[in-house]
């Protein structure tokens, strides 16, 4: 007679069948965890349950998202967390990130300011004068006091040297520069409207970075030539070595100061003997821009360096950008003293221009 089995135990059979059918979509979620409860309670159905349990919510946890490990998130690169670059350094290419390509007409870079204003003078120079012999203009000349008054500048990098430990500066570039400003007597219709004046200044510069991010960022050695082109007795020109130190401070203020000595020259060919003594011979550039650029005022003062018979000039300099763009700006300028220009260098006069001035960097 066939016998069978007791209904408890046939029970706990198939709560074990039904648990492993369960459980059996979770073998690959449990693996392993759950061949260890089987092996751990073999014939205690209640322990092994448990444990299935724990060890599905473990599997189940471990399959959420988990965060990530406290690792730094990498920088974002792109221009929006590039330095700001500050007027001397994008002036002086001070850290070296202008294009070298040499095809392209991108590596000529502004230099000094270029504008476009029409300028009044108070006094204008209807006679000019030098105590070069003969060097005078007998007849008064016929000019107007209004005129329009141009000057473009720019500079080449001719060579450069990182890392030159020289004196604690850490850079050097050279830089070959071009200066040109013209007057012209552009409503002067009766005269044909000519060229009052032009005055040609070429130089070759020599900046040593110092690296430093505030104070002094460079040392210029300049040799620069300045004359107007014009025949005897109206011809004016100079030759000139200069040092020049370039502060800045908060990425708005800079100053640039700089002393220069004169080449002497032939007595006899000399133009201008006394240009210094009104021209004089050092200057300074102090430069404010508000960090959202929205305006510009440069100051320059000139100066002879004498005790007795002092002479100097001061030009300022303001322009705001307009809807055209930052390339293009409102300019207004202010004149006061000798020296406006090179056929004024010894005639004292106040100017006034307004006009656009165009982008420096």
């Known amino acids: ?56 919510a473990a599997a189940t946890v471990s399959d959420l998202p988990q965060p ?8 974002a690169t792109g221009p929006a967390l590039i330095a700001e670059r500050s007027y001397l350094t ?28 029409v300028r009044k003078t108070f006094n204008a120079n209807n006679r000019p004068v030098s105590p070069a012999t003969g060097n005078s203009t007998l007849v008064p000349e016929d000019i107007d006091a209004l ?19 020289f004196l604690n500066f850490k850079t050097l570039r050279v830089w ?9 007597q552009m409503l002067n219709t009766r005269n044909s409207s000519p060229f009052r004046e032009t005055n040609y200044e070429p130089e070759l510069i020599a900046t040593f970075g110092t690296g430093d991010a ?13 004359s107007n082109g014009k025949r005897f007795p109206e011809s004016r020109s100079w030759n000139r070595g200069y040092l020049q130190g370039g502060w800045e ?17 032939n007595s006899l060919k000399d133009d201008n003997p006394d240009i210094a003594d009104y021209i004089g011979r050092a200057d300074l550039v102090a430069r404010w821009e508000p960090a959202d650029k929205s305006q510009a005022v440069a100051v320059l003062l000139r100066n002879n360096l004498r005790w007795t018979q002092n002479r100097g000039f001061m030009q300022i300099d303001w322009s705001t950008p307009i809807a055209l763009g930052n390339a293009v ?6 004149t006061s003293g000798f020296g406006e220009s090179l056929i004024d260098y010894n005639h004292r006069q106040n100017t006034f221009g307004l006009g656009f001035s165009f982008r420096e960097w």
């Open 1 to 56: 007679m066939k016998k069978f089995n007791h209904p408890a135990r046939l029970g706990g059979s198939l709560l074990l069948a039904l648990s492993c059918l369960e459980f059996a979509p979770m073998a690959h979620a449990g693996g392993e965890e759950f061949a260890l409860c089987a092996k751990k309670y073999p014939d205690n159905n209640a322990e092994r349950l448990k444990c299935y349990d724990n060890a599905q």
């Open 68 to 75: 990530e490990d406290d690792e730094e998130t990498p920088p």
């Open 90 to 117: 994008r002036t002086w290419n001070l850290d070296d990130r202008t294009s070298h390509d040499e095809s392209k007409l991108g590596r000529l870079v502004p230099h000094r300011q270029s504008y476009l204003l």
């Open 147 to 165: 005129e329009t008054k141009f000057q473009l500048s720019f500079k080449k990098d001719i060579g450069s040297q990182k890392d030159t430990n």
């Open 176 to 184: 070959a520069a071009y200066t040109q400003q013209s007057n012209w």
């Open 214 to 226: 505030s104070g002094l960022k460079l040392v210029n050695l300049g040799l620069v030539h300045q």
């Open 249 to 265: 401070w908060n990425n708005s203020m800079s100053i640039l100061a700089r002393g220069w000595w004169r080449i002497p020259e």
């Open 329 to 334: 700006r409102v300019h207004a300028q202010l």
